[in-house]
Every structure is written in C-alpha cells, then in structure tokens.
Nanobody, 121 residues
Framework: QVQVAESGGGLVQPGGSLGLSCLAS????????MAWYRQAPGKERDLVAR???????NYAGSVKGRFTISRDNAKNTVYLQMDSLKPEDTAVYYC???????????????WGQGTQVTVSS
C-alpha cells in the first residue's frame, strides 16, 4: 500500500505566501516524479509544477517565477512554496507521486486527497 498526503493549505491574503508539503509513504521501492496539480471550482485539474527524482523541474506559465517546487528524496516529500499569491490561485491543490512499490518494478501514480488554498482579502 502507498499513501500520499498533503498538508499546509489555508487562507492567505493576496500578495502573501504559503507553503505546501506532500509525503509519500508505505511500501515504496522508489519515488519517481512528484507533482502538484490544482483544481478550481468548475474547472479541470491542471498541472502546477513537477519535479523529477534528479531535481529537474517545470512549471505552469501562470505560476512561473512565483512558485517553487522542491523535494527531499530521503523523506519522499515534495514541497511547494507559493509567493505573491493571487485570488486566481484559489483552488484545491493535489499532490501526485509516481511510485514504484515494493510489490513491483513499474511506477504507478498515486494521488493525495487535496488541500484547499484560498487567496482572499
């Protein structure tokens, strides 16, 4: 069994900062790419940022320069530092981890339950 859990959401004023964390745990052989997605009400779930196990990153254009993704491979944890937040960043943020479980040799994607981020004055 593999579990993915986010933490760190909440309410923040426009222009403020917020940090999210996501831990992959359980029967893990290795964690490949980890990523953050977000879904606003009535919209599709979109990629925010992702990071490979080697540390290569890419970002959605709407967050580039404001958000920073990082990870701690020893802790199977990925972080998202969000600065200069805007009301349009309001969404449920989901973590996705591509994990090779101990029971196999090929990666599967595991999702967290999501954490709400609200940017409002």
């Amino acid at each position: 069994q593999v579990q993915v859990a986010e933490s760190g959401g909440g309410l923040v004023q426009p222009g403020g900062s917020l940090g999210l964390s996501c831990l992959a745990s359980g029967s893990i052989r290795t964690v490949k790419t980890m990523a953050w997605y977000r879904q606003a009400p009535g919209k599709e779930r979109d990629l925010v940022a992702r990071i490979t196990s080697e540390g290569d990153t890419n970002y959605a254009g709407s967050v580039k320069g404001r958000f920073t993704i990082s990870r701690d491979n020893a802790k199977n944890t990925v972080y998202l530092q969000m600065d200069s937040l805007k009301p349009e960043d309001t969404a449920v943020y989901y973590c996705k981890a591509d994990v090779v479980p101990t029971s196999g040799w090929h990666p599967s994607s595991y999702w967290g339950q999501g954490t709400q981020v609200t940017v409002s004055s």
